[in-house]
């Protein structure tokens, strides 16, 4: 009784977000995915309950080991992905640092990049050295060092791209080409592509994580991770998740699978907005830099079109005034929240320092190369006429200001 729906395999992204993963049919002929509220399943009969717990027949036991809901956004994940399993977590780091902890032990390796998720660089920095792994972190865009880095040996190769909040882009194929040779894994964090604009899994990556935090759920009123790759791999992940407990609850499982159903309408407006306020930013003379990989002069820019389907919807700029003028410039903002979310329906503007690398000294976002007049942009899905001239408007203000109180001209923060 396979109760799981079938999608055509030409179908395009948008139906695939709707149907992708949706079960055939609910209790109550209910159209919706329902929330499944129960710590544990019952069974009168034993050895019923027994078969199901040891895998040999389908069915639930408990819900930190599995739980109807998150199984359907489980599968729904497959469907975007074309993954063979997917894991949920109760948020993404859960999933970066399940994933990780499921696939290396003591005296192993992993080589990554210095960009990355503030989190994760803590896991890389703080949490797996702890533990016995050695961690490699090299320049994001120098990839004939990562290359001479895999080929030194290691176990996992560890990639986000693009990269939060500067925006690199890493070119996967030469990488996960590095790691075969060495006989490594490669994990990737998708969060800022999506699954509609880029699959790290047909580049060769084995096991895709995401924040479902971010553009998957789309609404900043839930957290939530995810990781999918070959089922051999995530029975490993799966059985790290079901014994370390973060569980992704129903409720918010709920909100993501209904989230995810708007993702391909959400993003096509939302990276059309990102491109013209990049473009705006370009010509704006409060800006020193511009990261947005659909700008021909961005350094991914080849790659990025070579490896995905669309740019994205997360813009980031560097302030000439450091953080005197993003403190000014961000309240002047109208349709924005200032908030250290992304992926949702609102525009959201926050700099590095109380958002990505939140976890970070000051010290360690400098040995980084995160500028203090760093912001970014997580666009939201307003229209992109009131996001233009909301930002022009902004940035005219306080220009003026600069001009009448030139006192209040910021050093280089
Ligand atoms: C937000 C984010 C994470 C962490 O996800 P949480 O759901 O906040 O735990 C990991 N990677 C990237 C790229 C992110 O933007």
């Given at each position: 009784?396979?109760?799981?729906?079938?999608?055509?395999?030409?179908?395009?992204?948008?139906?695939?977000?709707?149907?992708?993963?949706?079960q055939?049919?609910?209790?109550?002929?209910?159209?919706?995915?329902?929330?499944?509220?129960?710590?544990?399943?019952g069974?009168?009969?034993?050895?019923?309950?027994?078969?199901?717990?040891?895998?040999?027949?389908?069915?639930?036991?408990?819900?930190?080991?599995s739980?109807?809901?998150?199984?359907?956004?489980?599968?729904?994940?497959?469907?975007?992905?074309?993954?063979?399993?997917?894991?949920?977590?109760?948020?993404?780091?859960?999933?970066?640092?399940?994933?990780?902890?499921?696939l290396?032990?003591?005296?192993q390796?992993?080589?990554?990049?210095?960009?990355?998720?503030?989190?994760?660089?803590?896991?890389?920095?703080?949490?797996?050295?702890?533990?016995?792994?050695?961690?490699?972190?090299?320049?994001?865009?120098?990839t004939?060092?990562?290359?001479?880095?895999i080929?030194?040996?290691?176990?996992?190769?560890?990639?986000?791209?693009?990269?939060?909040?500067?925006l690199?882009?890493?070119?996967?194929?030469?990488?996960?080409?590095?790691?075969?040779?060495?006989?490594?894994?490669?994990?990737a964090?998708n969060?800022?592509?999506?699954?509609?604009?880029?699959?790290?899994?047909?580049?060769?990556?084995?096991?895709?994580?995401?924040?479902?935090?971010?553009?998957?759920?789309?609404?900043?009123?839930?957290?939530?991770?995810?990781?999918?790759?070959?089922?051999?791999?995530?029975?490993?992940?799966?059985?790290?998740?079901?014994?370390?407990?973060?569980?992704?609850?129903?409720?918010?499982?709920?909100?993501?699978?209904?989230?995810?159903?708007?993702?391909?309408?959400?993003?096509?407006?939302?990276?059309a907005?990102?491109?013209?306020?990049?473009e705006?930013?370009?010509?704006?003379?409060?800006?020193?830099?511009?990261?947005?990989?659909?700008?021909?002069?961005?350094?991914?820019?080849?790659?990025?079109?070579a490896?995905?389907?669309?740019?994205?919807?997360?813009?980031?700029?560097?302030?000439?005034?450091?953080?005197?003028?993003?403190?000014?410039?961000?309240?002047?903002?109208?349709?924005?929240?200032?908030?250290?979310?992304?992926?949702?329906?609102?525009?959201?503007?926050?700099?590095?320092?109380?958002?990505?690398?939140v976890?970070?000294?000051?010290?360690?976002?400098?040995a980084?190369?995160?500028?203090?007049?760093?912001?970014?942009?997580?666009?939201?899905?307003?229209?992109?006429?009131?996001?233009?001239?909301?930002?022009r408007?902004?940035?005219?203000?306080?220009?003026?200001?600069?001009?009448?109180?030139?006192?209040?001209?910021?050093?280089?923060?």
């Amino acid at each position: 009784m396979n109760n799981k729906k079938t999608l055509d395999a030409k179908v395009g992204a948008g139906t695939r977000v709707v149907w992708g993963g949706e079960q055939v049919s609910h209790p109550y002929n209910a159209t919706q995915t329902p929330i499944v509220a129960s710590a544990a399943y019952g069974y009168d009969d034993i050895d019923t309950w027994y078969d199901v717990a040891l895998g040999n027949q389908p069915g639930f036991i408990y819900s930190r080991m599995s739980n109807p809901t998150v199984a359907v956004l489980e599968d729904k994940l497959c469907a975007l992905e074309a993954a063979e399993s997917a894991v949920a977590f109760s948020s993404g780091m859960a999933a970066i640092s399940g994933v990780l902890h499921s696939l290396l032990a003591c005296g192993q390796r992993v080589v990554s990049t210095r960009d990355s998720y503030g989190g994760t660089n803590k896991i890389f920095e703080e949490f797996l050295p702890r533990m016995g792994v050695e961690v490699t972190l090299c320049d994001t865009y120098d990839t004939e060092a990562i290359e001479r880095e895999i080929a030194r040996g290691c176990n996992v190769v560890y990639l986000e791209t693009p990269t939060n909040p500067t925006l690199k882009v890493l070119d996967i194929r030469r990488l996960v080409a590095a790691a075969k040779r060495v006989g490594a894994l490669v994990v990737a964090d998708n969060t800022f592509a999506t699954p509609l604009n880029q699959n790290p899994l047909a580049l060769g990556v084995d096991v895709v994580v995401h924040s479902a935090t971010k553009f998957l759920s789309g609404h900043g009123d839930v957290l939530g991770g995810i990781a999918c790759g070959a089922e051999t791999l995530m029975s490993k992940v799966r059985h790290y998740r079901e014994i370390n407990g973060a569980a992704l609850d129903p409720f918010s499982a709920y909100l993501i699978i209904r989230g995810i159903k708007t993702l391909a309408l959400r993003l096509r407006q939302q990276q059309a907005s990102a491109q013209a306020l990049a473009e705006y930013l370009c010509t704006e003379p409060l800006v020193e830099a511009v990261n947005y990989p659909g700008l021909a002069e961005h350094p991914g820019h080849a790659i990025a079109r070579a490896q995905m389907r669309g740019f994205g919807a997360i813009v980031s700029f560097v302030l000439k005034g450091g953080m005197r003028d993003v403190a000014q410039l961000l309240p002047l903002l109208k349709y924005a929240h200032r908030a250290g979310n992304l992926g949702a329906v609102e525009t959201i503007y926050g700099p590095a320092r109380t958002t990505s690398h939140v976890e970070n000294t000051l010290e360690e976002r400098q040995a980084l190369g995160i500028s203090e007049g760093l912001v970014r942009i997580s666009v939201g899905i307003e229209d992109t006429a009131d996001l233009l001239a909301d930002l022009r408007d902004a940035c005219t203000v306080l220009r003026e200001r600069q001009r009448t109180q030139p006192q209040c001209t910021a050093v280089h923060a």
